[in-house]
């Protein structure tokens, strides 16, 4: 196996075995609910809990991806990882089990940041936005994993030695990663970690705010995935049932191909870059979610409806060209800090769009709701397009 084989394969499996944590509490929640007491307000603060862990830990996070590198850094938080991911299984009641959650997010605060910045070492040119969406798009496996696979294993084993096998499986794909992940390829010379003080730690993040060209991709990242996110993690379940009467098996299906398409599109992103330039790629991509989206607020018919869900899904993979983006604005010494800064970003939105469409869908109904994301997305292509560019380095 050559060594960027090896690299692909330890970078698909922490980003893989991330999602699969991010999503893993959704099919388990009715067993959960029922032993540990957990409400539906419990249920919802379990993945408040990891992504508060992500937000928190992303600029302590870019700072050791600068100063130990991403074998390193990853190596080492495996071990809150699978501490999490087992305490989850040991969890005895609603509280036991959010701590749990947080921990295993602090765990898997790098797993992405840490694929982009060993692509930028790695690659360059297109080959760079080709191995970031190779990773991205294989690593929703772990997306896929957290549904019926986890609704099997757990009704075999229990939800507890499910989440007892997933941290086995997190401890073994640490060792993976420990045993191929490298920091520069073969033939690069070392790099010396910078002599910072705290001072210089402060000003270096001071001068990734700072960077020019970082607002435009912020004004769009903010809500490109969030958006995707929202309706594929949490809005789209209850509008195919209260809009259209759907059963579980019928949402099931519709799920399954909004799900699949996600990769699918991260896939076809580099053909498209190369076929229309970075620019005229996002802005033809958040364009077609942008219409389904007010395709959707007009009411559909059911399988139009599905369509343009799977639309979106597959259409928002643009998000992977603003994280190529964000990363060719910094420096080598400064990457770890800029796309931290950046996955910020995203994470902030995936925190808040899908709060923000609940109160629309609860005052005006769906249509409100999808209103509310094709404007939410209509304002952060304006700041993309009319925003301060940057000559990436």
Do not use: K
């Not at 302590?60 to 991403?70: I, Q, T």
């Not at 794909?173 to 191929?180: P, S």
């Not at 993690?233 to 209850?238: C, F, M, R, V």
């Not at 409806?305 to 928002?316: D, E, K, P, Q, R």
């Amino acid at each position: 196996m050559t060594p960027s084989a090896r690299l692909l394969l330890a970078t698909v499996g922490m980003g893989g075995i991330s999602n699969f944590h991010r999503a893993a509490v959704g099919v388990v929640a009715p067993e959960l609910a029922a032993e540990l007491s957990m409400g539906p307000g419990a249920l919802g603060a379990a993945n408040a809990a990891f992504f508060g862990a992500l937000l928190l830990a992303q600029i302590p996070v870019g700072v050791a991806l600068d100063r130990w590198g991403p074998r390193r850094l990853v190596a080492a938080l495996t071990a809150p990882a699978v501490l999490g991911a087992a305490a989850q299984a040991l969890a005895w009641d609603a509280a036991s089990f959010l701590a749990a959650r947080f921990l295993l997010g602090l765990g898997c605060a790098a797993s992405f940041m840490a694929a982009v910045v060993l692509a930028g070492r790695w690659h360059r040119g297109g080959a760079l936005t080709r191995a970031i969406a190779i990773t991205f798009a294989w690593a929703q496996a772990g997306i896929l994993l957290a549904g019926a696979p986890l609704a099997v294993l757990s009704g075999t084993v229990g939800w507890r030695g499910a989440f007892a096998l997933s941290a086995a499986l997190t401890a073994a794909l640490g060792a993976l990663w420990w045993a191929f992940a490298r920091d520069d390829p073969p033939g690069a010379p070392p790099r010396p970690a910078p002599a910072e003080t705290l001072a210089d730690i402060l000003l270096g993040q001071l001068r990734v705010w700072r960077t020019p060209g970082l607002w435009r991709i912020l004004s769009l990242h903010t809500v490109a995935y969030a958006a995707m996110a929202t309706l594929l993690a949490l809005w789209a379940g209850p509008f195919l049932h209260d809009a259209h009467g759907l059963s579980p098996a019928g949402r099931g299906w519709v799920l399954l191909a909004m799900g699949a398409a996600v990769p699918l599109g991260q896939l076809l992103v580099p053909p498209l870059e190369r076929a229309l330039g970075r620019d005229r790629a996002v802005a033809a991509m958040c364009g077609a979610v942008i219409a389904a989206l007010l395709a959707l607020a007009a009411g559909p018919p059911l399988w139009l409806a599905a369509a343009l869900l799977t639309l979106v899904c597959g259409a928002s993979a643009y998000s992977v060209l603003l994280v190529t983006q964000g990363r060719l604005l910094f420096p080598d010494h400064m990457v770890g800090r800029g796309v931290t800064t950046v996955n910020l970003a995203q994470v902030v939105g995936s925190a808040a769009l899908p709060a923000l469409m609940g109160l629309a869908v609860g005052a005006a109904g769906y249509g409100a709701g999808f209103g509310l994301l094709a404007a939410a997305l209509a304002l952060g292509l304006w700041g993309y397009l009319t925003g301060t560019d940057a000559s990436p380095r």
